[in-house]
C-alpha cells in the first residue's frame, strides 16, 4: 500500500496549492479519504475528508470555506484544494484512507503515507 502526498511548497498568505495523493495497492473506489495535517510540536489534526462514493465532504473548521477535497476514482487520487492560506496552516499535510465512514482522528484511518510540507509565509 502507497498514499503519496505532493503538491506541498512555500506560497505567501492569501495564495493557493493543491494537493494530490497518488493511491496504490488498494481498491481505492471503496475507501474514504482524508487529509490531515501536523504542525510542529502539535498533533495530527483532521483538515477533510470525502466519503468512498464522492458524495460527502467533511472539512474541520478551519478548512470550511477555504478548502475543498474530492477524489477521482479512475486516477486512484485524491485532492485538496486549499485557497486563501494562512501562517497558521503550515504544517505538514498528510493523506489517508479508510474502509468506513471517513470518521475519527488519523488513527482511525488504515493507511496513510508521506506527508507533503505546505508553508505559508505572512
Known amino acids: 500500500v502507497q498514499l503519496q502526498a505532493s503538491g506541498g511548497g512555500l506560497v505567501q498568505a492569501g495564495g493557493s496549492l493543491r494537493l494530490s495523493c497518488a493511491a496504490s495497492?488498494?481498491?481505492?473506489?471503496?475507501?474514504?479519504m482524508g487529509w490531515f495535517r501536523q504542525a510542529t510540536g502539535k498533533e495530527r489534526e483532521f483538515v477533510a475528508a470525502?466519503?468512498?462514493?464522492?458524495?460527502?465532504?467533511y472539512y474541520s473548521d478551519a478548512a470550511k470555506g477555504r478548502f475543498t477535497i474530492s477524489s477521482d476514482n479512475a486516477r486512484n487520487t485524491a485532492y485538496l484544494q486549499m485557497n486563501s492560506l494562512k501562517p497558521e496552516d503550515t504544517a505538514t499535510h498528510y493523506c489517508?484512507?479508510?474502509?468506513?465512514?471517513?470518521?475519527?482522528?488519523?488513527?482511525?484511518?488504515?493507511?496513510w503515507g508521506q506527508g507533503t510540507l505546505v508553508t505559508v509565509s505572512s
Open positions: 495497492g488498494f481498491t481505492f473506489s471503496n475507501y474514504a
Open positions: 470525502v466519503t468512498w462514493s464522492g458524495r460527502t465532504t
Open positions: 489517508e484512507g479508510q474502509k468506513g465512514l471517513a470518521i475519527g482522528s488519523w488513527l482511525d484511518y488504515d493507511y
